[in-house]
């Protein structure tokens, strides 16, 4: 098992400094890491697939230690401050059964002869042989899916979604989903799931609501700027937010095969604002309006935010895209657009970008020995879909 970036002990320590300090590391943060952009999620195990393997994840975790709930929950949630712990025992379980774990070693080529993989190059100039190697890169592997790409490894781009996150104090949410009976001891902070068809069928919809949760700074690189959020197992926190993301694909960005990427990677660099990754924010009243805003609410995102007008940040089409659903999503839902309401950018890695193109065994259609799995293989999205993939190919292979 090659890991480019540390054991999740020592990455909890890097990512303490991010939060504290804004010092990123671009191999060790939010994304890059044991357990990958997983461990510091907000743990959410639902999904829309239905294929018998899904029980075979769950089980799993909580024989790992999680709560026996989320067998049988219908949206089960593991919380950011469990899902390090759930990683750690996994790797400790991994290990038991004869897996050797290799970190800070970060695969930056292939070796590849008539059109069959040969090894891996690491970052320190070594070369393990390889016949068969399982990509498994995640959504933010960008370095990596270039080399593939000038290999001549077959890719393809893919529709995903960008946006912003929108964030409210949690009794706002609660008033709004349940009404007087908010504040009620025996009821959970309240969720909200939201979509919208804008002009042309586009969707606009909400994306990984964390319900008592936070902000998290996600970027990779200098000079880019990403959000996510998570929240703990007890989401107990004061405010609320969630991914409000538009779709975006091939014809908005081209249908060269990393014309995605390039676009993602543009979107992150507009939003970044030069300071030590201080995120780009807009009341939602000020952002209807087109005009910056003068003051900000408290944000729960631990590097601070800066008055910006996200009209100046997001693709027009993005833009008018979120206007039109807000103003919908407003006149319904009492609050949601309120003068508490806040914007933040920008959310831009709800999936990948790009897809490795696979046959029927998980196997890239012109590079025999090397499979590609989960999310930034292009074929599944969250911790359990991407699981079931990676189980589905590693029985491909066996």
């Avoid at 195990?45 to 899904?54: D, E």
């Avoid at 880019?224 to 197992?233: D, K, T």
């Avoid at 800066?306 to 979120?322: K, Q, S």
């Amino acid at each position: 098992m090659l890991e480019r970036g540390r054991p999740v002990e020592q990455r909890d320590e890097d990512v303490r400094r991010l939060f504290t300090e804004a010092r990123l590391d671009p191999e060790s943060n939010i994304c890059f890491g044991e357990g990958g952009a997983g461990t510091y999620s907000d743990g959410k195990l639902t999904t829309r697939i239905g294929h018998p393997l899904v029980r075979h994840v769950l089980q799993t975790f909580v024989d790992l230690g999680a709560p026996g709930d989320v067998l049988y929950d219908a949206a089960p949630h593991l919380g950011s401050d469990r899902l390090p712990g759930l990683v750690r025992a996994m790797r400790e379980r991994l290990i038991q059964q004869g897996v050797e774990f290799r970190f800070d070693a970060k695969v930056t080529d292939v070796a590849i002869e008539d059109g069959r993989l040969r090894g891996l190059v690491l970052a320190d100039g070594s070369t393990i042989e390889a016949d068969a190697v399982l990509f498994a890169i995640g959504h933010s592997a960008a370095d990596l899916v270039r080399a593939l790409h000038r290999r001549g490894v077959a890719i393809e781009p893919k529709g995903f979604a960008v946006g912003v996150r929108i964030e409210h104090e949690q009794r706002v949410i609660d008033q709004m989903q349940y009404g007087r009976a908010a504040g009620h001891p025996r009821l959970p902070p309240a969720t909200y799931r939201l979509t919208h068809r804008g002009p042309g069928g586009r969707g606009v919809y909400s994306f990984c609501m964390c319900p008592g949760g936070m902000i998290l700074p996600s970027a990779t690189d200098a000079g880019h700027l990403v959000i996510n959020g998570g929240s703990n197992a007890a989401r107990s926190g004061e405010r609320a937010n969630a991914a409000l993301v538009v779709a975006v694909g091939p014809d908005d960005f081209g249908a060269e095969p990393l014309a995605g990427l390039a676009f993602r990677e543009a979107l992150e660099a507009q939003a970044a604002s030069g300071e030590a990754l201080r995120a780009p924010a807009q009341r939602v009243v000020d952002f209807l309006a087109g005009r910056t805003s003068r003051d900000l609410p408290p944000v729960s995102y631990p590097l601070g935010v800066a008055p910006a007008n996200l009209h100046d940040v997001l693709p027009p089409l993005v833009r008018e895209g979120l206007l039109n659903a807000l103003r919908r999503w407003g006149a319904r839902r009492r609050g949601f657009t309120g003068a508490g309401a806040v914007l933040v950018g920008v959310e831009t890695r709800t999936s990948s970008p790009w897809r490795l193109v696979r046959n029927e065994q998980f196997e890239s259609v012109n590079v025999r020995g090397l499979y590609v799995a989960g999310e930034g293989a292009g074929y599944a999205g969250g911790i359990v879909s991407s699981a079931v993939d990676g189980l589905r190919a590693a029985l491909g292979i066996s």
